[in-house]
């Protein structure tokens, strides 16, 4: 990344937390609540985590975490 490039105008965890209610809700992008940044933001970096696989990268984490639990338990 160049050092006169854009900073960051939104933090990640607030346009996780946003898409995590698109998720939850089921809401239309249009109607994201205020409290999160806008929903062109939000869609934009939604849109290059999905080209990147993050998603399924982190359920593919979360499913041999709960696996290691379960045998731990067992």
């Not at 999905?50 to 990268?57: C, L, P, R, T």
């Not at 593919?60 to 975490?65: G, K, Q, Y």
């Amino acid at each position: 990344m160049q050092e006169d490039a854009p900073q960051r105008k939104y933090s990640l965890r607030d346009v996780f937390g946003a898409v995590r209610y698109v998720v939850k809700t089921g809401c239309q992008w249009d109607f994201l609540p205020h409290d999160f940044p806008p929903r062109t933001a939000v869609y934009q970096q939604a849109r290059r985590w999905i080209a990147a696989g993050v998603f399924e990268d982190i359920t593919h984490d979360l499913r041999m975490i709960l696996r290691m639990v379960d045998e731990c338990e067992a």
